[in-house]
């Protein structure tokens, strides 16, 4: 007689709704790549720009923080073995999120620094609340917490403080208010959205994802739980030390703690990759080592950044920007996308019909060959860009962001092939 | 009545969509005991938190009860002794490439 299993009903990642996100931040990547191509005359020079600000904020808000929240919705039940609170609330979160996203990349665009930009602002933040409750009201009821679960609390923390320093920097450009300069703010904005929010996701999850890709057991997790600590205290000291004006002895010690922690996170990442059983690399997998090794060269290129002045190189805020939102970050997001949104789909459609019929394996659910055209377009696109910067080169910075444009493409059909598989 | 080896067969069958190998293969299946009325298995995960946990032990489950509508299936999920790779068969070891 056949039982239903009561684990796999409270588990089940709630299917549609993640599907939502991550369709939103593909379609996001392919349009803000798209952009980059028609208006490469603008992306030179100094960051704070309009049309730069726009894409940017596509970049992390689209594509970066849909991708993130979709994967949480998948994740953090099956990783903390615990129901998520609401559906519901993510659904709405998803619409407020959305119509945020838009209104502060249009505000941006025509740099409508008025009520547009404000509004938008205000609506990200409740989407951020939305999303804070919903995520809090799933962690209380955890009853095992994990290594990856202390990493997601503190994201949930740090990814309020981006939205409220985001909005009080909104209400600036409006009525200017704040006494130290702006753009200081804008720095401690942006290194707690990648540093606090972003970066400790992509730890606390790849501890957990990474040896179930590569089935890696028998290593110590001790660097792991250095890298929580090292970067927390360093992130705490930038929330501190970036409301001071010349502080910048303090602040770079804080950096100095961020770099040496996510140094103890790459190495920890080093010894669950040596000890994998699978040593076949798949085209997640290859896309991950591409962006682990951008971090590393991200790292130090930042700690550098932070007490010499490098102002001298072409376009160096752009290169440093494109590193880490390109390298670093949408190559993993690409890369863990290939692995999470078959196995998403697959569960979905297929895994109900195991044992009664045959069902195909995650490998088969996207053509492999085209995911690898992809990476190596998008690894050049990289490279190309980063070039073009140094050179000043705008031929070439349109060469290279339709290298780019050409790999998120064929990254957006693979994944349109996974959903309708 | 379904032998211990008819049921070893019929979950060669179940296979981890991800890895491309069977659980008899994978050595995730530590014990089998058949009854009267029911079928016993106790199995492992490669991974605690796995989130393969709860289908796999559903499949399970699902095969069985296609072969032995007759009895009642019982997977109980245990943690210890801990999977190791050793646990593999010879075949799972070469197709992983260990």
Redesign the interface.
């Known amino acids: 007689m056949q039982q239903a299993n009561p684990v796999m009903a409270a588990y089940a990642p709630p299917f549609k709704i993640i599907v939502k996100y991550f369709a939103a931040a593909v379609i996001d990547f392919v349009i803000l790549n798209f952009l980059l191509l028609i208006n490469y005359e603008d992306i030179s020079g100094f960051y704070f720009q309009p049309k730069i600000l726009a894409i940017t904020h596509m970049l992390t808000l689209g594509w970066i923080s849909m991708t993130i929240f979709g994967a949480m919705f998948q994740l953090v039940p099956v990783v903390l073995e615990v129901k998520l609170f609401s559906e519901k609330l993510a659904e709405i979160q998803f619409w407020i999120f959305l119509l945020g996203m838009i209104g502060l990349t249009t505000g941006f665009w025509n740099f409508n620094t008025g009520l547009h930009l404000n509004a938008s602002a205000v609506l990200l933040n409740i989407a951020i609340l939305i999303f804070a409750v919903n995520m809090a009201g799933t962690f209380i009821h955890v009853k095992k917490w994990n290594i990856t679960g202390w990493y997601l609390i503190a994201a949930l923390i740090y990814l309020i403080i981006t939205a409220v320093a985001g909005l009080l920097l909104t209400y600036n450009l409006w009525h200017p208010y704040i006494s130290i300069n702006h753009l200081q703010y804008l720095k401690l904005h942006a290194e707690v959205a990648v540093i606090g929010w972003v970066t400790m996701v992509v730890m606390g999850v790849s501890y957990k994802l990474i040896p179930m890709f590569t089935l890696s057991h028998g290593y110590s997790m001790s660097s792991g739980k250095w890298a929580f600590w090292l970067v927390n205290i360093g992130l705490v000291g930038i929330n501190t030390f970036f409301h001071f004006e010349n502080s910048i002895t303090p602040i770079l010690v804080s950096t100095l703690f961020i770099a040496a922690g996510i140094a103890c996170f790459l190495f920890q990442v080093y010894l669950i990759y040596k000890n994998r059983l699978r040593k076949k690399r798949d085209i997640g997998i290859k896309y991950s080592v591409f962006s682990f090794y951008m971090l590393g060269f991200v790292t130090l290129f930042g700690s550098v950044f932070s007490f010499t002045d490098l102002s001298r190189i072409p376009n160096v805020y752009l290169i440093f920007g494109y590193l880490v939102l390109y390298g670093y970050l949408s190559m993993l997001i690409v890369g863990q996308m290939y692995k999470i949104v078959p196995f998403l789909t697959w569960y979905h459609k297929y895994s109900s019909k195991v044992g009664l019929e045959p069902v195909p394996m995650l490998k088969d659910m996207f053509n492999e060959k085209y995911a690898l055209t992809g990476y190596y377009l998008m690894a050049a696109a990289i490279i190309a860009t980063t070039a073009s910067f140094i050179f000043n080169s705008q031929v070439a910075l349109l060469f290279s962001f339709g290298l780019m444009f050409l790999g998120s493409l064929i990254f957006t059909f693979n994944m349109a092939v996974i959903f309708r598989k | 009545m379904i032998s211990n080896e008819k049921v070893l067969e019929l979950l060669k069958?179940?296979?981890d969509?991800?890895?491309?190998l069977d659980i008899i293969s994978l050595g995730l299946v530590y014990n089998v005991e058949v009854t009267e009325d029911l079928i016993n298995i106790t199995m492992t995960l490669?991974?605690p938190?796995?989130?393969m946990?709860?289908?796999i032990?559903?499949?399970v489950?699902?095969?069985l009860?296609?072969a032995a509508?007759d009895?009642?299936?019982i997977v109980n999920l245990v943690w210890e002794p801990r999977w190791?790779?050793d646990l593999m068969s010879d075949e799972a070891k070469k197709a992983?490439?260990?």
């Open positions: 069958g179940v296979i969509p991800e890895i491309g490669t991974t938190g796995c989130p946990h709860s289908s032990t559903e499949w489950k699902n095969i009860w296609q509508p009895k009642n299936a190791t790779p992983l490439g260990i």
